[in-house]
């Protein structure tokens, strides 16, 4: 990319409205900077709003309806990005966030970051989708608010339609040649758009997005990644998405801080990609409900079907990391499961064996997929065999796998069992969770994944990282598990929980992989 001194570009929302307008002294969260409160000291009325604030999000809303909603944001780009120059004549985005009572301020503060950091010649309009609210601030009072803003318009579903066709109510909608994608909950930074719509122009095909640095869901303080801290999307073979480094390999092909880096998945929430492509590629599967598994689907579709997914590292946008969802389904988890197996049908090929093992085969119905087979067809689509040794050859430790399956103390009957914060439990074998099944390789690791089973003083779980050191283990035919650098067996004490012992021959340190067998078909 050309990097060259060239004068920015101001927005003229800023200048033209004002609203919009820089907020002038000292203010709480300025800068990004972090605002804390002392719950203690607050008023009971107060300490009323506080812990409805966390129960409705689960965000500190006290913390932010004190921030202002045009804070100001430090230029958390490399240098080397205020050098970049831009084609003068880039295509125009809608810019497209998808809300279901969302906070007034964080959502608000999302549409001001877009307006006040956005040249308005690149910018087609805002659709606010409302999935169906019923939090009284986001009817009229929204509608009066937005009146005030330039090119904002809300569009309002009749019925809860969930995240994945909302955003296809905006996809229909919108009159941008790109369409960008944000959370209700953003902060855009300084001159966020221009690299990702530059990147469209010269390859259409191009899916790009932002890097997504992290607001602090308890004080609002605005955290940025560059440079070897800018992590790729990857994802995991019970289909979650996730984090990962750029390896050495990858960070070869990267020339300057300002080159797009390829990543084989994406969150899903903060993207752009043309209306058209978006189009082309088949747009959401019809048959998803809610939410999830879309954001892996476009991710694999767009490296199979002949585009590319990357991120680009002088667009950075802030995004409130929740620890877990406000909201309820009536079907709870099981639309997770479907889309997952709606998924896996489609696009893994013989791939979704290893996704069905972590079901226990377990699929119950997910409708019919034909139409999606025949869009792959149609696309002329390359293998997701392709896609692993081209894009994610990481994933290729499946592989390697000798038996795959929930992990069983012979003495207690149940499994070990890998809790949401990697601490280590055991649990009743009859679960239909994903987190119970483990892989033991040919090179001795016992994997979830992309975690290890490790031991130094106790056991651990981490980050595969290929040490033959703290990571291998031999299983004998005894049942033992040892480990092979402390020369100690996997023990289940009296306490239940598991630590290492010296091995001797006792029931307690007998463990199993239940071998999980695919049903015959009738």
């Not at 490399?78 to 831009?86: A, D, K, S």
């Not at 949401?420 to 001795?444: F, H, I, N, Q, W």
């Amino acid at each position: 990319m050309k990097v060259l001194k060239q004068k920015r570009i101001d927005s003229t929302n800023v200048t033209k409205n004002p609203l919009l307008l820089e907020i002038q002294g000292d203010y709480p969260g300025k800068y990004g900077g972090p605002v804390n409160i002392n719950v203690a000291s607050m008023t009971e009325e107060q300490k009323k709003q506080y812990y409805l604030g966390w129960q409705n999000n689960r965000f500190n809303q006290f913390v932010s309806d004190l921030i202002p909603l045009n804070r100001k944001l430090d230029d958390v780009r490399e240098p080397e990005c205020r050098n970049v120059v831009y084609r003068e004549i880039l295509p125009r985005s809608s810019v497209i966030i998808c809300f279901h009572n969302e906070a007034w301020s964080t959502l608000l503060r999302t549409v001001h970051s877009v307006l006040r950091n956005t040249p308005s010649k690149y910018l087609e309009e805002i659709i606010l989708v409302d999935d169906f609210s019923s939090f009284p601030h986001l009817k009229e009072p929204l509608e009066n608010y937005v009146k005030k803003l330039p090119n904002v318009r809300i569009i309002r579903s009749q019925k809860r339609e969930g995240l994945i066709r909302a955003r296809l109510l905006g996809h229909r909608e919108a009159k941008g040649e790109v369409l960008t994608y944000l959370d209700s909950h953003c902060e855009c930074t300084e001159d966020w758009l221009r690299p990702m719509l530059q990147r469209i122009a010269e390859n259409p095909m191009a899916v790009v997005t932002p890097v997504i640095d992290r607001v602090d869901e308890t004080t609002f303080k605005y955290w940025t990644f560059s440079g070897p801290a800018i992590n790729i999307g990857v994802f995991q073979w019970d289909l979650t998405f996730n984090w990962g480094p750029v390896h050495r390999e990858r960070r070869k092909a990267i020339e300057s801080p300002v080159d797009p880096i390829k990543s084989p998945t994406m969150a899903g929430g903060l993207f752009s990609i043309r209306k058209d492509t978006f189009s082309k590629l088949g747009t959401y599967d019809p048959g998803f409900e809610t939410w999830g598994s879309e954001n892996l689907e476009i991710s694999f579709k767009i490296w199979m079907c002949g585009g590319t997914l990357e991120i680009m590292p002088c667009s950075h946008v802030g995004h409130v990391f929740r620890g877990s969802s406000p909201y309820s389904w009536p079907k709870g988890m099981s639309e997770l499961r479907t889309n997952g197996i709606r998924l896996a049908e489609v696009w893994l090929d013989e791939y979704k064996e290893e996704y069905y093992k972590r079901l226990g085969y377990v699929l119950g119905d997910y409708g019919d997929v034909s139409e999606r087979k025949k869009l792959k067809k149609d696309l002329n689509c390359h293998s997701f065999d392709w896609y692993l040794h081209n894009i994610y050859p990481e994933a290729l430790w499946v592989k390697n796998v000798v038996i795959v399956g929930p992990l069983m103390n012979k003495l207690s009957g149940t499994c070990f069992y890998i809790q949401p914060d990697d601490t280590l439990a055991m649990a009743s074998c009859s679960m239909r969770e994903p987190l119970l099944y483990y892989a033991l390789t040919k090179t001795g690791e016992i994997r979830i994944d992309m975690r290890c089973l490790a031991a130094y003083d106790k056991i651990i779980v981490i980050t595969c990282s290929g040490n033959r050191g703290i990571e291998e283990w031999t299983v004998h035919q005894t049942g033992h598990i040892l480990h092979l650098s402390s020369n100690r067996c996997l023990d289940l004490n009296q306490d239940g929980k598991v630590i290492l012992n010296k091995c001797i021959n006792t029931p307690s340190q007998m463990w199993s992989f239940l071998r999980l067998e695919k049903p015959q078909k009738k």
